[in-house]
């Protein structure tokens, strides 16, 4: 058994408050329990028997004519229980036969007088006759009980099958107090026990459980007893057996084999039970605990038995904790548990580092948590750890802050003694009816959860940096938040807003969320969400969006789309450059088409088209008006440029490229240096996110002929600091006012200026009609572009001058099914592709199935993929190979709800344009190819 200091208090989550855990623990005669056994000279005195406990039974037994009558009447009574109750000597406590005391028992508990206690039969057992015949007759009473067979009906039965459901709770406690005599009973007494229940015939299953109760220190019983419950006792997984056995636990290994039969529902209904066997085993449970929370699909249910883990004083329970952080809930309960002993917390935490990104991150966030609420201890654990968990934590360290704290008297009164602190109806005949601060509150203040206590977060710094909120200031922070909804902040925070370091205020909020991310997003807690929309700034957008981005294949749909709306709220155009993104590339359909429709509201406001509303919404990133960007570290100097896919690097002052931009030296100006460090990295990150988007954008722009007018072009795509360099790198025409042919092709010079094929000066007429050109527009010039990009060294940022291009047959323009792709079969995978080419899936129809591939054409047409078996909405990524049955062109109104119709329909290939049918036969060759 593992050290532990109260393995019964760390059970007490389990039940009310109230409940005397340690005085339920039924002791056992080996002292495993906590009672110390071995016969009458142990010290220990034997607990005696009641001395009214005969009356009572008689009294109790005494009204139950009637209800013998019934019993003895129904047909579901068993026949040799009836028998009993007519043999002589039936309701004598000195004459029965230890099954005619069970039977009585059972009548009594049935139809018990109001406050009667079941301990008191078992008591007039032992005082009648003596604790062998208590024990032989309390096994008895395991076999049968009696109850009402169907609900509502009058009659009672006396019966065996499914008895170990019937009045359970009364007859463990009546076989509770037998065992605590059996505990301290003298040897001889103690040994003519066991001969009795030895002596039993054909005990049943439950009384075989009950005697492993009463004689837990005989644990080969409980070993023979836990292989026939597997075969036979599926019905017995809950309810009396299995609380016996529960109690009778001795050895951690047997609490495991329990934990793999038995449901843990029987720990909150058997409190005495749980109260004994985590008395006995100790730490030792925790496998058994484990197998337990593991087999719940319920997160409450699962989180209560994990806080059963939280008082047990081992590294293994706080590492079988860690080991289950992909459960919904996990991290609230392990911070739980490093805050009951926070040396072990500190130092496993910052040795722990899985490989799954989502649990090392959800570490990350509990190791700063954990730290941030006992950095001191953090210090001392320090020094005994290894070289990278040490790493870990002195970076943590380093970041809390230790700034000293405001005097009370310094801050405004909302912080130090706001209104909520005062009772409702003082408030109101002090302060004015309608003072914001007073009106706005609720009417009652909600509790703060320990994760957005101030111990758990990091210091909120004035303006000025130089003094800190005290923890109290702080706490009142958080309930302001606490009570406001997004469309109503309480008044106070503005007092915030002002009083606190932007920044600060900023990274508090963020680990205020990251905190309520840790405890799995309690969806009644969300005000942390909330925080960021008055809080958040660019980099909280850039933290966030990647989340958003996540959620729904998390199962957080409805979380995603609220984060939409706190992008928004945040404002500015890095939200909205993410919001846009998200609109245009995200795997999740709900999550993207909530985002077109804000882009769509925001165009509209705007009076453009998502398109053109997406052309102003790429960011300049800080670059200059050359599109350049110089890092200054004060004596020395870098320049930014850009690959063909926008991976920034970086040069010296020689025009040196370099592998990475050098940290910060010791010679370096110390401000400039760090500052333009960052810069570097900031940019970065927002290149990364920005970068594959734009080049798709610009791609799927040429597939689905996109023309710009003169000053759109030159304004939002060759004048902007950072597409031009994806600008200069693409073949563009300037096409006929139809669209029909190309007038001039050319090329963006790094100049800026324009050239053609020619290599010569181009002046882009006024009147132009812009657009990327596909190699089909330029076929008769395409060897010549290619070989000035060659000359040029220039790259491509997706294939252009060197795209494949294809060409329907004349029978297949003719034709309305296309059959060159029928029959074929391809990845599920791979036709999900599609969808980053512009085709979409169909809407879900019956049960969320979505049986086709759209491709959406220039006057209501579609080219429709019909597929087999199809994807489902739910789950389209597990989805297996994909058969393309058939391939046509159809109108918006052949689609209904999410069927398509192509029988008649008269619409041939022919309606495509060579470029349009070229990139369709491309799509569907890539697809479909090996």
């Known amino acids: 058994m593992g050290n532990v200091l109260d393995p019964v208090d760390a059970a007490v989550g389990l039940f009310d408050k109230g409940f005397d855990l340690r005085g339920l623990v039924v002791p056992r005669r080996d002292g495993a329990a906590g009672a110390v056994g071995g016969g009458a000279d142990d010290g220990v005195e034997p607990t005696a028997p009641g001395a009214d406990a005969i009356a009572a039974f008689e009294r109790a037994f005494a009204g139950l004519g009637p209800t013998i009558d019934l019993v003895q ?64 007759a309390a096994v008895e009473l395991a076999g049968f009980a009696v109850w009402r067979l169907q609900k509502g009906q009058p009659v009672p039965a006396l019966r065996r099958t499914d008895s170990h459901q019937a009045n359970p709770q009364g007859r463990f406690a009546i076989a509770a107090r037998v065992r605590r005599h059996l505990a301290v009973a003298p040897d001889a007494g103690y040994a003519a026990a066991l001969a009795d229940v030895d002596a039993l015939r054909t005990p049943t299953l439950t009384q075989n459980t009950a005697i492993c109760f009463l004689f837990p220190e005989r644990t080969a019983r409980f070993d023979q007893q836990m292989p026939m419950m597997r075969r036979h006792g599926n019905n017995e997984r809950s309810g009396l057996g299995a609380w016996f056995l529960l109690g009778a636990v001795t050895t951690g290994d047997q609490a495991l084999e329990l934990a793999e039969w038995a449901g843990s529902d029987n720990l909150r209904q058997c409190p005495a039970a749980t109260a004994t066997v985590f008395a006995t085993v100790g730490t030792d449970l925790v496998p058994a605990l484990v197998s337990w929370a593991e087999r719940h699909w319920d997160a409450d249910a699962r989180a209560r038995i994990q806080r059963l883990l939280v008082g047990l004083d081992t590294d293994e329970a706080l590492r079988a904790l860690l080991g289950m952080l992909q459960h919904r809930g996990t991290g609230a309960v392990l911070l739980e548990a490093a805050a009951r002993y926070p040396e072990r917390g500190v130092r496993l935490l910052a040795e722990e580092m899985p490989q799954a990104p989502a649990a090392r991150a959800a570490v990350e966030r509990l190791l700063r948590m954990h730290v941030t609420g006992y950095p001191n201890v953090a210090r001392a654990v320090l020094p005994e750890l290894g070289s990278a968990a040490g790493a870990r934590l002195g970076k943590l360290l380093d970041a809390v802050e230790q700034v000293p704290l405001a005097e009370p008297e310094t801050l405004p009164e909302l912080l130090v003694s706001p209104p909520w602190e005062h009772e409702r109806k003082t408030v109101k005949a002090t302060l004015s009816a309608d003072d914001p601060l007073v009106a706005a509150l609720p009417k009652t203040m909600p509790e703060l959860p320990v994760w957005a206590e101030p111990s758990s977060l990091p210091q909120l710094l004035l303006a000025g940096r130089g003094r800190a909120l005290p923890p109290e200031a702080v706490r009142n922070f958080a309930l302001m938040l606490a009570i406001s909804a997004p469309d109503t902040p309480y008044p106070g925070l503005a007092t915030m807003g002002e009083l606190c370091d932007a920044r600060s205020l900023t990274e508090f909020c963020w680990a205020l969320f990251e905190n309520w991310q840790t405890a799995d997003y309690p969806s009644k807690r969300s005000f942390p969400f909330t925080a960021l929309r008055w809080f958040g700034d660019d980099d909280t957008v850039r933290r966030l969006s990647p989340l958003i981005r996540a959620w729904p294949g998390e199962g957080g749909h409805a979380r995603a789309v609220t984060g939409l709306d706190v992008l928004a709220a945040i404002g500015g155009d890095t939200a909205l450059i993410h919001l846009y993104g998200i609109s245009q590339k995200v795997k999740f359909k709900g999550l993207k088409q909530a985002a077109q429709r804000r882009i769509a509201a925001t165009a509209e406001e705007l009076r453009l088209t998502r398109e053109q509303l997406g052309d102003r919404l790429v960011p300049s990133l800080g670059l200059d008006d050359a599109g350049a960007l110089e890092l200054d570290y004060g004596p020395r100097r870098f320049s930014v440029f850009f690959d063909e896919q926008l991976k920034p690097g970086v040069r010296d002052e020689s025009g040196k490229q370099l592998k990475a931009l050098p940290k910060p030296g010791a010679k370096d100006d110390p401000e400039l240096a760090p500052a333009a460090y960052q810069r570097f990295s900031g940019l970065k990150k927002d290149v990364r996110t920005l970068a594959s988007d734009q080049i798709a954008r610009l791609e799927l722009a040429m597939v689905a002929r996109r023309r710009w007018a003169k000053p759109e072009f030159e304004d939002y795509l060759v004048g902007h600091p950072l597409l031009r360099h994806l600008v200069r790198r693409l073949v563009w025409a300037d096409f006929q006012a139809d669209d029909s042919k190309v007038r001039t092709a050319f090329r963006v010079a790094e100049d800026l200026t324009y050239a053609d094929v020619d290599d010569e000066p181009f002046s882009l007429p006024d009147d132009a009609v812009v657009g990327l050109a596909h190699p089909l527009d330029v076929a008769e010039d395409l060897p010549r572009w290619s070989e000035i990009f060659a000359d040029y060294e220039i790259l491509q940022p997706f294939q252009q001058l060197g795209r494949a291009v294809f060409a329907l047959t004349p029978e297949e323009a003719e034709a309305q099914m296309l059959k060159r792709f029928e029959g074929l079969r391809t990845p599920g995978g791979k036709v999900l592709g599609l969808e980053r080419r512009g085709w979409t899936r169909s809407a879900p129809a019956d049960a969320g199935s979505q049986g086709y591939m759209l491709r959406a054409l220039p006057g209501g047409l579609t080219v429709v993929i019909d597929l087999d078996p199809g994807f489902n909405a739910g789950w389209a990524g597990d989805a297996g190979d994909q058969l393309f049955r058939e391939i046509w062109i159809g109108r918006a109104e052949h689609g209904h709800t999410g069927y398509w119709r192509h029988q008649g329909q008269g619409v041939p290939f022919s309606v495509l344009d060579p470029v349009t049918a070229s990139e369709i036969l491309r799509d569907l060759t890539e697809v479909t190819s090996a």
């Open 73 to 136: 009447s129904h047909d579901g009574t068993a026949g040799d229980l009836a028998a009993a109750i007519r043999e002589p000597g039936f309701g004598d406590p000195a004459a029965m036969t230890p099954r005619q005391a069970a039977v009585a028992a059972a009548l009594v508990l049935f139809d018990a007088p109001k406050g009667f206690q079941a301990e008191t039969l078992a008591e007039a057992w032992i005082a009648a006759r003596g604790v062998p015949f208590a024990a032989v």
